[in-house]
């Protein structure tokens, strides 16, 4: 148990690590109402506004062109990231307001009136009242009988304050919270979105799979040092013998035998994600980050941070170099004589003290077992532009 705690605060420490707009055709998605206007049940993303039929996830300017707009130029022209995630944003229609949900499939850089509406929300306690109808019927002034009885029970129901109560209904293609009165038993606010299951979907869809040889001109143009050096921040390392420079492509470390966790995965420009490498027993925890400026698979992204979580388990240790002579068997008074005095200390729970050598885009962080004195993880971490 005491093993498990430590792994955890490890993987803390390195989640912790890292702190041109253009113009792009818009994705087009192919989705049609059925001819009454509606789909049936809550599978399906229709929904009428004001009378007009909608299907999500759809352009913001199709409500534009019905009197709808965002409310504060300023955010109607910020530009979104297709790492943004969700950007949530009002919008009017005269007294109208409501809010939208937003996201950018082109994966360039654009005006948020320029994206995809990918859910809409209408509370009439904080809102002024628009009619949006969602399908089956339902609507705000609808009662939980007629909620329950149009789309089942609930995957969630949970109180709130008083006196209102939430319904979460979570499907393939669409969440939808229902906010009831409960002195009522009406439906005071509507919230529906795209699943992020039918966002993984449409994105695999609408963007191509690069082949194994297209790889950015900044892969391909990676050199691997040839020492280790004696400046540790020129983010050299060595890992079980073999030498890589952050930040490094991930295909130089498959090269050297290690697989990535997981299935085949895709990053936007400037987004990433934490995982582990594996090669037999050992793994390393990483970071990976998208560089280039389109959609990449995971093989052409480059590792930002990487560290080995155990070094005192023999068993499924990794040697590990860092310029100035530094090992997993050094001293801290090695590692200070090296790289000179800590940027930061830290005592941590579980035993663990971190020492923490910072530069403006990246750091190292050395974890001290408090108990034995042994380094027990070493972290290295380049900190992209958009990260800092």
């Known amino acids: 148990m005491k093993k498990i705690v ?77 790492v943004s995630g969700n950007p949530s944003v009002d919008f009017g229609n005269g007294e109208q307001v409501m809010r939208g949900f937003f996201r950018n499939f082109s994966g360039q850089p654009l005006p948020l009136r ?12 904080v809102d002024e009242e628009a009619e949006l109808r969602l399908s089956g019927d339902i609507l705000i002034g609808s009662t939980l009988e007629e909620v329950i009885e149009t789309y089942g029970y609930p ?23 229902i906010i009831i009165d409960k002195e009522t038993s009406l439906v005071v606010s509507l919230e529906m979105r795209i699943s992020e299951n039918l966002n993984s979907r449409l994105v695999e869809e609408r963007f191509p799979v690069f082949a194994a040889e297209d790889f950015p001109e900044a892969v391909l143009a990676y050199e691997a ?22 930040p490094a492509p991930v295909s130089a470390f ?14 936007w420009s400037g987004d990433g994600r934490y995982l582990y490498l594996y090669r037999g027993e050992q793994s390393l925890w990483v970071r990976l980050y998208n560089s280039d400026d389109a959609l990449r698979a995971g093989p052409h992204l480059f590792v930002t941070m990487l560290q080995v979580l155990e070094l005192l388990e023999p068993e499924t240790t990794i040697p590990m170099g860092l310029p100035g002579g530094i090992s997993e068997h050094s001293t801290m008074e090695d590692v200070i004589a090296a790289f000179g005095e800590p940027d930061d200390v830290l005592d941590r729970s579980g035993g663990l003290r971190w020492y923490r050598f910072e ?24 900190i992209p532009a958009s990260r800092r």
Request: contains cysteine; proline residues 3%.
């Open 114 to 125: 320029e994206v995809y509406l990918t859910g809409v929300l209408l509370d009439t306690r």
């Open 359 to 382: 530069a403006a885009d990246r750091n190292i962080v050395i974890i001290i077992d408090t108990e034995t004195g042994g380094i027990r993880s070493i972290a290295i971490s380049y």
């Open 225 to 246: 040092p040839e020492n280790l050096g004696e400046d540790w921040q020129m983010l050299a390392v060595s890992v079980d013998g073999d030498l890589y420079r952050l």
């Open 155 to 177: 995957s969630w129901r949970r109180d709130l304050w008083e006196p209102y109560e939430e319904l979460g209904y979570v499907l393939e293609d669409v969440s939808l919270w």
């Open 6 to 82: 430590r792994l955890c605060l490890l993987l803390v420490c390195a989640a912790a690590l890292v702190l041109s707009a253009g113009a792009c055709r818009r994705a087009e998605f192919d989705s049609e109402p059925t001819e009454d206007g509606l789909y049936e049940g809550l599978d399906r993303l229709s929904f009428t506004l004001n009378g007009a039929v909608y299907t999500l996830p759809l352009p913001f300017a199709e409500l534009e062109t019905a009197g709808w707009e965002i409310l504060r130029l300023d955010f109607a022209e910020h530009l979104v990231n297709p």
């Open 254 to 267: 498959l090269e050297n035998g290690w697989a990535m966790q997981g299935d085949e995965f895709f990053a």
